[in-house]
């Protein structure tokens, strides 16, 4: 089964707009990344955080991690046209060879 | 650096038939997955390689999915025979190790069972 589930299943927001997407995990882990998907291509690496930190920031993402709560969150400020995609969470869980678990995904839309 | 590389980039075919895809990872990565990826959901890993080894394929149907990955660098992934639910996205992606992330994919291949 999946992993990671995020919420909301579906985003539409106007450019210029902050989006937020969350993700909830299961088990403990050793990481957690999230991946963009433009449509009918291959997933891009985001932004990677590890269990012992509790946020990260990449350009216009931010990304938290509470284990306690076994949930993350993606930001992404002043969103544009291009940010059009979906967004998945990946847990790499502790006890296994590397294998990251996908979530659900998020789907964003962003207007003009 | 060349991407992660997946042909065909489409595929349609009746059940009961047979297919492969083709993967070529990039230049020096040990590790190599092939995920699964049904309209609508996330990645679903069906086999992960560690240089020629099989590292997982606890989720690969193997009475009618079988992979490879000969010399340690090309892999291919073959169903025979398909059936109506395999319809989906089969996307590869290597990384250099499985401690090292991240994944690269590729632009994956859209199969269509009719």
């Known amino acids: 089964s999946q992993q990671g589930e995020e919420d909301p299943q579906a985003l539409s927001i106007q450019e210029g707009e902050n989006a937020t997407m969350n993700c909830s995990y299961k088990t403990s882990i050793n990481n957690l990344q999230w991946y963009r998907q433009n449509s009918g291509r291959g997933l891009v690496h985001l932004i990677l955080i590890r269990s012992n930190e509790r946020e990260k920031h990449s350009g216009r993402l931010r990304v938290t991690l509470d284990t306690s709560k076994k949930s993350s969150s993606l930001l992404i400020t002043a969103s544009r046209a291009a940010d059009t995609a979906s967004y998945f969470c990946?847990?790499?869980?502790?006890?296994?060879?590397?294998?990251?678990?996908f979530g659900t995904g998020t789907r964003l839309q962003v207007t003009l | 650096e060349a991407g992660v590389a997946q042909s065909p980039r489409y595929k349609i075919i009746e059940k009961r038939q047979s297919v492969a895809f083709w993967c070529n990872p990039i230049s020096g990565h040990a590790t190599l997955y092939w995920y699964q990826q049904i309209l609508g959901q996330g990645p679903k890993l069906l086999i992960q390689?560690?240089?020629?080894?099989?590292?997982?394929d606890s989720q690969l149907p193997k009475d009618r999915f079988s992979a490879e990955r000969l010399k340690g660098v090309d892999s291919t992934l073959k169903i025979q025979p398909a059936k109506l639910e395999d319809s989906a996205v089969y996307l590869c992606?290597?990384?250099?190790?499985?401690?090292?992330?991240?994944?690269?994919f590729g632009n994956g291949t859209r199969l269509t069972v009719t």
């Open positions: 992606a290597s990384s250099y190790d499985p401690g090292r992330p991240p994944l690269h």
């Open positions: 990946a847990t790499d869980y502790t006890g296994t060879a590397s294998k990251l678990t």
């Open positions: 390689f560690q240089n020629n080894g099989v590292v997982d």
